[in-house]
T-cell receptor
Framework: GQNIDQPTEMTATEGAIVQINCTYQ??????LFWYQQHAGEAPTFLSY????GLEEKGRFSSFLSRSKGYSYLLLKELQMKDSASYLC?????????FGTGTRLLVSP | DTAVSQTPKYLVTQMGNDKSIKCEQN?????MYWYKQDSKKFLKIMFS???????INETVPNRFSPKSPDKAHLNLHINSLELGDSAVYFC??????????????FGPGTRLTVL
Protein backbone atom coordinates (compact mmCIF):
# COMPACT_ATOMS: atom_id res chain seq x y z
CA GLY A 1 0.00 0.00 0.00
CA GLN A 2 0.94 3.60 -0.20
CA ASN A 3 0.31 4.46 3.48
CA ILE A 4 -0.74 8.06 3.15
CA ASP A 5 -1.02 9.58 6.59
CA GLN A 6 -2.54 12.84 7.80
CA PRO A 7 -3.45 14.13 11.25
CA THR A 8 -7.04 13.25 12.06
CA GLU A 9 -8.13 16.64 13.33
CA MET A 10 -6.74 20.14 13.75
CA THR A 11 -8.16 23.33 15.23
CA ALA A 12 -7.24 26.91 14.46
CA THR A 13 -8.53 30.45 14.93
CA GLU A 14 -10.03 32.72 12.32
CA GLY A 15 -7.32 34.85 10.70
CA ALA A 16 -4.52 32.45 11.63
CA ILE A 17 -2.31 30.25 9.45
CA VAL A 18 -2.50 26.46 9.59
CA GLN A 19 -0.33 23.78 8.02
CA ILE A 20 -1.78 20.34 7.29
CA ASN A 21 0.82 17.66 6.74
CA CYS A 22 0.68 14.56 4.58
CA THR A 23 3.31 11.81 4.63
CA TYR A 24 3.46 8.85 2.32
CA GLN A 25 5.62 5.80 1.68
CA UNK A 26 5.86 5.37 -2.05
CA UNK A 27 7.81 6.86 -4.90
CA UNK A 28 5.42 5.59 -7.52
CA UNK A 29 3.20 8.54 -8.27
CA UNK A 30 3.06 11.38 -10.76
CA UNK A 31 1.42 14.16 -8.80
CA LEU A 32 0.18 14.94 -5.30
CA PHE A 33 -3.28 16.49 -4.98
CA TRP A 34 -5.12 18.33 -2.22
CA TYR A 35 -8.91 18.31 -2.05
CA GLN A 36 -11.31 20.09 0.29
CA GLN A 37 -14.50 18.41 1.45
CA HIS A 38 -17.19 20.17 3.45
CA ALA A 39 -19.47 17.96 5.51
CA GLY A 40 -22.07 16.26 3.34
CA GLU A 41 -20.57 17.58 0.12
CA ALA A 42 -18.30 16.40 -2.68
CA PRO A 43 -14.52 16.77 -2.56
CA THR A 44 -13.35 19.79 -4.55
CA PHE A 45 -9.90 20.28 -6.03
CA LEU A 46 -7.56 22.74 -4.30
CA SER A 47 -4.07 22.23 -5.69
CA TYR A 48 -1.51 19.78 -6.93
CA UNK A 49 2.27 19.40 -7.04
CA UNK A 50 4.21 17.48 -9.62
CA UNK A 51 7.67 18.86 -8.89
CA UNK A 52 9.24 19.51 -5.50
CA GLY A 53 8.59 22.95 -4.10
CA LEU A 54 5.81 25.32 -3.26
CA GLU A 55 2.72 26.02 -5.37
CA GLU A 56 0.78 29.11 -4.33
CA LYS A 57 -2.87 29.72 -5.10
CA GLY A 58 -4.31 32.69 -3.26
CA ARG A 59 -4.77 31.84 0.43
CA PHE A 60 -3.76 28.23 -0.20
CA SER A 61 -0.28 26.88 -0.89
CA SER A 62 0.93 23.32 -1.23
CA PHE A 63 4.43 21.98 -0.85
CA LEU A 64 5.99 18.72 -1.95
CA SER A 65 9.28 17.02 -1.09
CA ARG A 66 9.58 13.69 -2.87
CA SER A 67 12.86 12.81 -1.16
CA LYS A 68 11.22 13.20 2.25
CA GLY A 69 7.88 11.62 1.30
CA TYR A 70 6.14 14.71 2.56
CA SER A 71 3.66 17.34 1.52
CA TYR A 72 1.76 20.07 3.30
CA LEU A 73 -1.15 22.34 2.61
CA LEU A 74 -0.84 25.84 4.03
CA LEU A 75 -3.97 27.88 4.62
CA LYS A 76 -3.54 31.57 5.38
CA GLU A 77 -5.98 34.15 6.77
CA LEU A 78 -8.29 31.42 7.91
CA GLN A 79 -12.00 31.98 7.52
CA MET A 80 -14.87 30.16 9.19
CA LYS A 81 -15.81 28.66 5.82
CA ASP A 82 -12.44 26.86 5.75
CA SER A 83 -13.80 24.42 8.35
CA ALA A 84 -13.80 21.22 6.32
CA SER A 85 -11.86 18.02 5.73
CA TYR A 86 -8.68 18.24 3.69
CA LEU A 87 -7.67 15.20 1.69
CA CYS A 88 -4.21 14.50 0.36
CA UNK A 89 -4.10 12.14 -2.66
CA UNK A 90 -1.43 10.59 -4.83
CA UNK A 91 -2.14 10.54 -8.57
CA UNK A 92 -0.67 7.85 -10.76
CA UNK A 93 -1.40 4.48 -12.38
CA UNK A 94 -4.67 5.94 -13.65
CA UNK A 95 -6.20 6.64 -10.26
CA UNK A 96 -6.10 8.76 -7.12
CA UNK A 97 -5.23 7.16 -3.81
CA PHE A 98 -6.46 9.25 -0.90
CA GLY A 99 -5.03 9.74 2.54
CA THR A 100 -7.00 9.47 5.72
CA GLY A 101 -8.07 13.14 5.63
CA THR A 102 -7.70 15.94 8.18
CA ARG A 103 -10.74 17.60 9.72
CA LEU A 104 -10.03 21.29 10.29
CA LEU A 105 -12.15 23.25 12.74
CA VAL A 106 -11.86 27.04 12.55
CA SER A 107 -13.14 28.93 15.56
CA PRO A 108 -13.89 32.68 15.91
CA ASP B 1 -24.73 23.99 -15.05
CA THR B 2 -24.07 20.77 -13.18
CA ALA B 3 -20.71 19.30 -14.17
CA VAL B 4 -21.02 15.84 -12.59
CA SER B 5 -24.46 14.75 -11.45
CA GLN B 6 -25.64 11.65 -9.62
CA THR B 7 -29.05 10.20 -8.90
CA PRO B 8 -30.42 9.50 -6.43
CA LYS B 9 -28.89 11.64 -3.69
CA TYR B 10 -30.23 9.37 -0.97
CA LEU B 11 -31.05 5.68 -1.20
CA VAL B 12 -32.47 3.65 1.67
CA THR B 13 -33.13 -0.02 1.03
CA GLN B 14 -33.35 -3.44 2.62
CA MET B 15 -30.58 -6.04 2.72
CA GLY B 16 -30.71 -8.36 -0.25
CA ASN B 17 -32.21 -5.83 -2.65
CA ASP B 18 -30.65 -4.74 -5.95
CA LYS B 19 -30.18 -1.04 -6.65
CA SER B 20 -28.58 1.28 -9.19
CA ILE B 21 -26.92 4.68 -8.98
CA LYS B 22 -26.58 6.82 -12.10
CA CYS B 23 -23.86 9.31 -12.97
CA GLU B 24 -23.54 11.77 -15.82
CA GLN B 25 -20.89 14.35 -16.65
CA ASN B 26 -21.22 17.20 -19.13
CA UNK B 27 -17.55 18.19 -19.06
CA UNK B 28 -16.58 16.22 -22.16
CA UNK B 29 -14.17 14.12 -20.09
CA UNK B 30 -12.95 10.73 -21.25
CA UNK B 31 -12.58 9.09 -17.85
CA MET B 32 -15.08 8.40 -15.10
CA TYR B 33 -14.70 6.86 -11.66
CA TRP B 34 -16.66 5.42 -8.75
CA TYR B 35 -15.43 5.97 -5.18
CA LYS B 36 -16.77 4.72 -1.87
CA GLN B 37 -16.50 6.85 1.28
CA ASP B 38 -17.09 4.90 4.47
CA SER B 39 -18.27 6.08 7.86
CA LYS B 40 -14.72 7.11 8.78
CA LYS B 41 -14.67 9.37 5.72
CA PHE B 42 -11.99 7.31 3.98
CA LEU B 43 -12.37 7.76 0.22
CA LYS B 44 -11.39 4.73 -1.85
CA ILE B 45 -11.53 4.12 -5.58
CA MET B 46 -13.71 1.26 -6.82
CA PHE B 47 -13.71 1.49 -10.62
CA SER B 48 -12.59 3.69 -13.45
CA UNK B 49 -13.61 3.74 -17.10
CA UNK B 50 -11.89 5.43 -20.00
CA UNK B 51 -14.01 5.93 -23.11
CA UNK B 52 -16.46 3.24 -21.95
CA UNK B 53 -13.70 0.70 -21.26
CA UNK B 54 -12.99 -0.58 -17.75
CA UNK B 55 -9.43 0.29 -16.72
CA ILE B 56 -9.47 -0.17 -12.96
CA ASN B 57 -11.34 -2.62 -10.76
CA GLU B 58 -10.04 -2.34 -7.22
CA THR B 59 -10.92 -5.82 -5.94
CA VAL B 60 -14.53 -4.85 -5.49
CA PRO B 61 -16.99 -7.73 -4.88
CA ASN B 62 -18.65 -8.82 -8.10
CA ARG B 63 -22.00 -7.80 -6.64
CA PHE B 64 -20.97 -4.36 -7.87
CA SER B 65 -21.23 -3.98 -11.64
CA PRO B 66 -20.45 -0.70 -13.34
CA LYS B 67 -21.80 0.04 -16.79
CA SER B 68 -20.80 2.83 -19.15
CA PRO B 69 -23.22 3.20 -22.08
CA ASP B 70 -21.20 6.15 -23.38
CA LYS B 71 -18.31 8.21 -22.11
CA ALA B 72 -20.61 10.73 -20.42
CA HIS B 73 -22.35 8.13 -18.25
CA LEU B 74 -21.16 5.63 -15.69
CA ASN B 75 -23.78 3.76 -13.70
CA LEU B 76 -23.26 1.47 -10.73
CA HIS B 77 -25.49 -1.50 -10.12
CA ILE B 78 -25.31 -3.33 -6.80
CA ASN B 79 -26.83 -6.79 -6.32
CA SER B 80 -27.79 -8.44 -3.05
CA LEU B 81 -27.06 -5.41 -0.91
CA GLU B 82 -25.34 -5.99 2.44
CA LEU B 83 -25.16 -3.86 5.57
CA GLY B 84 -21.50 -3.13 4.87
CA ASP B 85 -22.41 -1.48 1.59
CA SER B 86 -23.82 1.49 3.51
CA ALA B 87 -21.61 4.44 2.54
CA VAL B 88 -21.52 7.52 0.36
CA TYR B 89 -20.73 6.70 -3.26
CA PHE B 90 -19.09 9.40 -5.33
CA CYS B 91 -18.81 9.53 -9.08
CA UNK B 92 -15.97 11.57 -10.58
CA UNK B 93 -14.56 12.41 -13.99
CA UNK B 94 -11.28 13.66 -15.44
CA UNK B 95 -10.12 14.64 -18.91
CA UNK B 96 -7.95 11.52 -19.07
CA UNK B 97 -6.93 8.79 -16.64
CA UNK B 98 -5.18 10.42 -13.71
CA UNK B 99 -1.69 9.45 -14.66
CA UNK B 100 -0.24 12.72 -13.56
CA UNK B 101 -1.92 16.01 -13.23
CA UNK B 102 -5.46 15.60 -14.47
CA UNK B 103 -7.83 16.89 -11.84
CA UNK B 104 -10.84 14.79 -10.94
CA UNK B 105 -14.22 16.46 -10.56
CA PHE B 106 -16.62 14.84 -8.14
CA GLY B 107 -20.37 14.49 -8.19
CA PRO B 108 -22.50 15.38 -5.12
CA GLY B 109 -22.52 11.79 -3.82
CA THR B 110 -25.22 9.20 -3.16
CA ARG B 111 -25.76 8.24 0.47
CA LEU B 112 -26.73 4.57 0.51
CA THR B 113 -28.22 3.13 3.69
CA VAL B 114 -28.85 -0.59 3.85
CA LEU B 115 -31.22 -1.70 6.62
Amino acid sequence: GQNIDQPTEMTATEGAIVQINCTYQTSGFNGLFWYQQHAGEAPTFLSYNVLDGLEEKGRFSSFLSRSKGYSYLLLKELQMKDSASYLCALGGFQKLVFGTGTRLLVSP
Amino acid sequence: DTAVSQTPKYLVTQMGNDKSIKCEQNLGHDTMYWYKQDSKKFLKIMFSYNNKELIINETVPNRFSPKSPDKAHLNLHINSLELGDSAVYFCASSPAPTGGTDTQYFGPGTRLTVL
